[in-house]
Structures are given as structure tokens and as C-alpha cells.
T-cell receptor, first 116, second 119 residues
Framework: ETGVTQTPRHLVMGMTNKKSLKCEQHLGHNAMYWYKQSAKKPLELMFVYNFKEQTENNSVPSRFSPECPNSSHLFLHLHTLQPEDSALYLC???????????????FGSGTRLTVV | AQKVTQAQTEISVVEKEDVTLDCVYETRDTTYYLFWYKQPPSGELVFLIRRNSFDEQNEISGRYSWNFQKSTSSFNFTITASQVVDSAVYFCALSEIRRSKTSYDKVIFGPGTSLSVIP
């Protein structure tokens, strides 16, 4: 059982739907990340939250909207997606700063999103 | 700019063979971390190893070993006596060493190498 939990594991949505992906970490980490993994492409960093503050938005379209209500939870709100947004969306967390974890990121199992 | 290259897109080996996954990186930083992650079919990325740039000592963990050569900017990963359970996508990654409490870990991933171990 990973310390980072993502739900749902699979999601199929129409282009006009609104849905949310959820990520929860129980590791006491202070930074959380959303990554997109498309077929045949490198992992793409989408958003970073550090101490609940968004510190990175890697030119992500506005149809993806992140939310970090506290240091343990991270959401990715989806609306009006396109078929090319179909991918595996991975959440990760890490501990940064003086007490940084030696293990780098801890990843969740991902949400496999299909946009039809 | 930072970049990680994994030239091998896909590798197939027969069980019990040894296999080496190549990783070459580029960075202007003098201190950095290198990582290897494993992504099995279930999807999550599993941490395998982190190496500091100032520690070039090679490491062995069971059937896994890593060869860090700073002179050639390479961090290769060898699996000895491969098993079917080793079938996965393996990612090499690079990050700066950040000590600031307000910064985050910016990790650059390579494109991955898909390893298939055939029984």
C-alpha cells in the first residue's frame, strides 16, 4: 500500500463533463505534484504545491484546475477536456527542505483518464 | 538546461540474462541527485535508488547495481539474472539539491526504457 492514494483508478468522461481527481498523502510531506503521462511521451510536470501554495504551473491549459486545501490533499478539477488529454495522471509528494526525504518522490498509482 | 536521455526505448531479454539500462544526463549544476524509478503495469512509480553527485561509489542491492560515472554523465542500471517480475518501464531522473524550505523538488525524468523479461 503506497503512502499516496489516488482516486479513482480509472475514469472515462465526455468532453462536456466535469470531474475531479483526488490525491491524498499520509507521509507528512510538504510538497505535492501532478504529473501527466501520455503514451510515448516523458512524464510532464503540471502543477506543484509547496506548503499548500501553488509554486508551479507548467503552462497547463485552464481546463485543468488544481486545488490544495491542506498539505495532505490535492485535487485536479477537469472540465471541457479534449481527447488528447487522455493519459495517466500521477500524483506525487515529497519532503523538501532541511529534513528532505532520501527517497525523492513518493508516487500514487495514478488515474487512467479516457476522454471520449 | 537539464535533460535526461534514455536511448533504449524497449529491451527484451530472456529470463536469467543480465541487462543494463543506460542513462545519460545533462546539467549545469555541480551538485544534484540522480534517481531510478520502476513503473510496473499497475502504474505507480516505485523508487529504486537516489545518488548524490558527489558520491561516485557504485552501489549494489541484491540483483540490482548502479554505475555512476560523473566523467561521462552516465548513471547506468544493471539487473543481474533478470526475472519476469522485472518487466516494467524504468525511468532515470535528475534533480537539483534544494535546501530551501520554500522550494520544491524539480525532478526531470527521462523518457523511460520498457523492459520485457521473457520466461
Amino acid at each position: 500500500e503506497t503512502g499516496v492514494t489516488q482516486t479513482p483508478r480509472h475514469l472515462v468522461m465526455g468532453m462536456t463533463n466535469k470531474k475531479s481527481l483526488k490525491c491524498e498523502q499520509h507521509l507528512g510531506h510538504n510538497a505535492m505534484y501532478w504529473y501527466k503521462q501520455s503514451a510515448k511521451k516523458p512524464l510532464e510536470l503540471m502543477f506543484v504545491y509547496n506548503f499548500k501554495e501553488q509554486t508551479e504551473n507548467n503552462s497547463v491549459p485552464s481546463r485543468f484546475s488544481p486545488e490544495c486545501p491542506n498539505s495532505s490533499h490535492l485535487f485536479l478539477h477537469l472540465h471541457t477536456l479534449q481527447p488528447e488529454d487522455s493519459a495517466l495522471y500521477l500524483c506525487a509528494s515529497s519532503q523538501v527542505g532541511a529534513r528532505a526525504s532520501p527517497y525523492g518522490y513518493t508516487f500514487g498509482s495514478g488515474t487512467r483518464l479516457t476522454v471520449v | 538546461a537539464q535533460k535526461v536521455t534514455q536511448a533504449q526505448t524497449e529491451i527484451s531479454v530472456v529470463e536469467k540474462e543480465d541487462v543494463t539500462l543506460d542513462c545519460v544526463y545533462e546539467t549545469r549544476d555541480t551538485t544534484y541527485y540522480l534517481f531510478w524509478y520502476k513503473q510496473p503495469p499497475s502504474g505507480e512509480l516505485v523508487f529504486l535508488i537516489r545518488r548524490n553527485s558527489f558520491d561516485e561509489q557504485n552501489e549494489i542491492s541484491g540483483r540490482y547495481s548502479w554505475n555512476f560515472q560523473k566523467s561521462t554523465s552516465s548513471f547506468n542500471f544493471t539487473i543481474t539474472a533478470s526475472q519476469v517480475v522485472d518487466s516494467a518501464v524504468y525511468f532515470c531522473a535528475l534533480s537539483e539539491i534544494r535546501r530551501s524550505k520554500t522550494s520544491y523538488d524539480k525532478v526531470i525524468f527521462g523518457p523511460g526504457t520498457s523492459l520485457s523479461v521473457i520466461p
